[in-house]
């Protein structure tokens, strides 16, 4: 299921008795998990950093052309943000069995099962952005015609349309999507602004039916079909738990990334110590996440703070599914899963 005896060893503790969880456990689990194993889990995190810091730079010195950000969202972002979910998944379910391994070791899993993982992988990130996008082409539609609403506000409310959304993806479909509709609708097919709201309630169902997809491959090594289907077989009767326990987990996350940030951001703003700041430069960056010609340093370093943070937050709602999928699997399956973490049926090499 996990790994080889060579890179998993026992950890000497008693045989583990797993019980279904609610969601506060699930939560208290999630925080004691990544607490108590803060070192494995930044090894993984600090491959975040790097890719990260490649994008920046390739932003930064490549000429502009059409599909610049693309390009570098597919060639780099990706791959870096698919490594480090999958070694999010292996790790966490590793000692979450009782058993003990080296961020090396769950990286080095998830480079064996790669291209499965992206198959995988794409068609839930495709779904899970649609629904964002209808719904705010659609607020943007109604609201901004209709509404005196000054920009800062009309971007306010998208942006609490996005929260639930707003879980780090490895490549943001959600978002070639919106500029591809908004595209089309300067070309003049402003029907276009419908066709994700109208596709959203069929994409948050498969959000749902298929979140545990990458996980499902990762520790059972199906075949791609398979993994879709055993998602489905996890999901069935529990639709609705799953989803609020994945919206949960999303707002929490950005919750605790923007007090972090936006803390920071007023020290900085306090202490002026990238020049003259106000708050009107910090609502700016909340609603925009941009750079402005005013005071470029400060978004500049807000924009790396953002990122920082957020690696360092982006395992919370990883761990948190991972649990699911187990809590799953104790619910409908009945099994003690320690002792199928001993068997051959459950270990792969």
Request: charged share 15%; hydrophobic share 55%; with cysteine.
């Given at each position: 299921?996990?790994?080889?005896?060579?890179?998993?060893?026992?950890?000497?503790?008693n045989?583990?008795?797993?019980?279904?969880?609610?969601?506060?456990?699930?939560?208290d689990t999630?925080?004691?998990?990544?607490?108590?194993?803060?070192?494995?889990?930044?090894?993984?995190?600090?491959?975040?950093?790097?890719?990260?810091?490649?994008?920046?730079?390739?932003?930064?010195?490549?000429?502009?052309?059409?599909?610049?950000d693309l390009v570098?969202?597919?060639?780099?972002?990706?791959?870096?943000g698919?490594?480090?979910?999958?070694?999010?998944?292996?790790?966490?379910?590793?000692i979450y069995?009782?058993?003990?391994?080296?961020s090396?070791?769950?990286?080095?899993?998830?480079?064996?099962?790669?291209?499965?993982?992206?198959?995988?992988?794409?068609?839930?990130?495709?779904?899970?952005g649609?629904?964002?996008?209808?719904?705010?082409?659609?607020?943007?539609?109604?609201?901004?015609?209709n509404?005196?609403?000054?920009?800062?506000?009309?971007?306010?409310?998208?942006?609490?349309?996005?929260?639930?959304?707003?879980i780090?993806?490895?490549?943001?479909l959600?978002?070639?999507?919106?500029?591809?509709?908004?595209s089309?609708?300067?070309?003049?097919?402003?029907?276009?602004?419908?066709?994700?709201?109208?596709?959203?309630?069929f994409?948050i169902?498969?959000?749902?039916?298929?979140?545990?997809?990458?996980?499902?491959?990762?520790?059972?090594?199906?075949?791609?079909?398979?993994?879709?289907?055993?998602?489905?077989?996890?999901t069935?009767?529990?639709?609705?738990?799953?989803?609020?326990?994945?919206?949960s987990l999303s707002?929490?996350?950005?919750?605790?990334?923007?007090?972090?940030?936006?803390?920071?951001?007023?020290?900085?703003?306090?202490t002026?110590?990238?020049?003259?700041t106000?708050?009107?430069n910090l609502?700016?960056w909340?609603?925009?996440?941009?750079?402005?010609?005013s005071?470029p340093?400060?978004?500049?370093i807000?924009?790396?703070?953002?990122?920082?943070?957020?690696?360092f937050?982006?395992?919370?709602w990883?761990?948190?599914?991972?649990?699911?999928?187990f809590?799953?699997r104790?619910?409908?399956?009945?099994?003690?899963l320690?002792?199928?973490?001993?068997?051959?049926?459950?270990?792969?090499?």
């Amino acid at each position: 299921m996990l790994n080889s005896a060579d890179t998993i060893q026992a950890d000497g503790s008693n045989t583990l008795t797993l019980q279904p969880m609610g969601f506060g456990e699930i939560l208290d689990t999630i925080f004691s998990l990544y607490r108590e194993h803060l070192r494995l889990f930044l090894g993984i995190v600090a491959v975040d950093f790097s890719g990260n810091l490649v994008i920046y730079f390739l932003a930064r010195f490549l000429p502009n052309f059409p599909l610049k950000d693309l390009v570098t969202d597919l060639l780099v972002g990706m791959p870096f943000g698919l490594v480090i979910m999958g070694g999010i998944i292996v790790a966490t379910a590793t000692i979450y069995l009782g058993k003990r391994l080296r961020s090396l070791d769950a990286l080095q899993q998830v480079g064996q099962r790669f291209w499965r993982m992206l198959v995988c992988h794409l068609p839930w990130n495709l779904v899970f952005g649609i629904p964002r996008i209808g719904i705010s082409v659609l607020l943007f539609t109604i609201l901004s015609p209709n509404i005196a609403l000054t920009t800062p506000i009309l971007f306010t409310i998208i942006l609490l349309v996005f929260m639930p959304f707003s879980i780090y993806l490895p490549i943001d479909l959600g978002s070639i999507i919106y500029g591809s509709i908004f595209s089309v609708m300067v070309l003049g097919q402003m029907w276009a602004r419908f066709i994700p709201s109208v596709l959203a309630p069929f994409a948050i169902y498969f959000t749902v039916r298929w979140l545990f997809v990458s996980v499902v491959i990762l520790l059972e090594r199906p075949l791609i079909r398979r993994a879709f289907a055993r998602s489905s077989e996890l999901t069935r009767g529990r639709w609705w738990r799953i989803w609020g326990t994945l919206i949960s987990l999303s707002v929490l996350s950005f919750a605790i990334q923007r007090i972090v940030v936006l803390t920071i951001g007023f020290i900085l703003m306090l202490t002026k110590v990238v020049g003259e700041t106000t708050s009107m430069n910090l609502l700016k960056w909340i609603v925009r996440y941009g750079f402005e010609s005013s005071n470029p340093l400060f978004y500049t370093i807000m924009w790396w703070i953002n990122r920082i943070v957020g690696s360092f937050i982006f395992p919370i709602w990883i761990i948190g599914i991972t649990l699911l999928y187990f809590d799953l699997r104790i619910r409908k399956e009945g099994f003690n899963l320690e002792m199928q973490v001993n068997s051959t049926a459950v270990m792969h090499t």
